[in-house]
């Protein structure tokens, strides 16, 4: 069975950190791009982080998470990490990972139709 499931997500103060995790299942993960998108209630899905397959990694992240969000991967165990730190709750929303085959010497994009494959979600709430 082809999935990605997230995990990491909780409540947190406003100035803490998180971890999250996609692990995929199924497939190998180091040969799709991967992103991360979040979406608050009422809000529409929005494009966070993104990683291409390549061996230079190359990350790309949005404006509102710039220099407070990393993305990660860790290909041995088919898992990519997004560390976020110094959260606000404007960061309040599920999170989800998604991943799309990997095109060769290509940027990710922040898109969410761009897309193929996506996990369930996992709720991250940022407030004191």
């Known amino acids: 069975q082809l999935q990605l499931v997230e995990s990491g997500g909780g409540l947190v103060q406003p100035g803490g950190s998180l971890r999250l995790s996609c692990a995929a299942s199924?497939?190998?993960?180091?040969?799709?791009?991967v992103g991360w998108f979040r979406q608050a209630p009422g809000k529409e899905r929005e494009g966070v982080s993104c990683v291409t397959a390549d061996t230079d990694e190359r990350a790309t992240y949005s404006d509102s998470v710039k220099g407070r969000f990393t993305i990660s991967r860790d290909n041995a165990k088919n898992t990519v990490y997004l560390q976020m730190n110094n959260l606000q709750p404007e960061d309040t929303g599920i999170y989800f990972c998604a991943t799309r085959r990997r095109v060769l010497g290509r940027r990710c994009l922040l898109s969410s139709t761009w897309y193929e494959r996506w996990g369930q979600g996992t709720q991250v709430t940022v407030s004191s």
């Open positions: 199924g497939f190998a993960v180091d040969v799709h791009f």
